[in-house]
């Protein structure tokens, strides 16, 4: 087991759970709410179809075609998996601690009003724990180096406009989204602690990519 990712895994654990408890204590802060508001509301027919890529609708296709990629590429077989998994945790983990939390939503939805609870943000989770964690694995890939670049930055500003989405159409706090990407980090970095071969493993020919 690695030391590292564990101790990460603690540390994120620890600050989310604590952020968990203040904001229910003590609300979100006022000049975090007064930025969040100047946000609400713009670009939001971009920020709803940034929504979508977090709803089961979109994620059920996404898995199916890594599914496929990992039958006929057993070398990312670890990797694939590795993710589904931490996207499933994700979205399950993430619906039971709403409820532990019982953090209520904001009242100026834009679009669609969502029901459940607030904190954390299941799709900052999701965002972090599988679009940014495919950015990551992708940059540490044996893929050729602008392949890597390219796609670890498109997949972590995709991320980024995922969480920024969830302001925009005045979904979440912006501590709900830190609270998700903080407890997305204690499932990853958890992972990586059990089985670190998954994405550190050598694999042949990356000192060759790295070199292009």
């Not at 996404?62 to 996207?87: D, H």
């Not at 399950?92 to 607030?118: C, I, M, N, T, Y």
């Amino acid at each position: 087991m690695q030391i590292k990712p564990l101790v990460v895994a603690v540390l994120a654990l620890g600050a989310f759970i604590l952020l968990g408890i203040d904001v229910i204590d003590y609300g979100e802060p006022a000049g975090l709410l007064a930025w969040e508001d100047s946000i609400v509301n713009h670009s939001s027919l971009v920020a709803w179809w940034l929504t979508w890529s977090c709803y089961i609708q979109v994620l059920v296709p996404i898995v199916v075609v890594l599914l496929i990629i990992a039958w006929r590429m057993p070398a990312w077989r670890g990797r694939i998996f590795f993710s589904i998994v931490i996207l499933l945790l994700c979205w399950r983990g993430v619906d039971a601690l709403q409820h532990v939390f019982a953090r209520p939503r904001r009242l100026d939805w834009v679009v669609k009003h969502e029901s459940a609870f607030s904190y954390p943000s299941s799709h900052a989770a999701i965002a972090a724990g599988f679009y940014g964690l495919w950015a990551w694995m992708l940059f540490l890939s044996e893929l050729p180096r602008t392949t890597r670049i390219a796609g670890a930055t498109l997949l972590a500003i995709f991320a980024i406009a995922i969480c920024w989405a969830r302001l925009a159409l005045g979904a979440h706090y912006l501590t709900d989204l830190i609270g998700g990407i903080l407890f997305a980090i204690t499932l990853v970095s958890t992972g990586l602690a059990i089985v670190p071969g998954i994405v550190f493993q050598p694999v042949a020919g990356r000192a060759s990519a790295s070199a292009e």
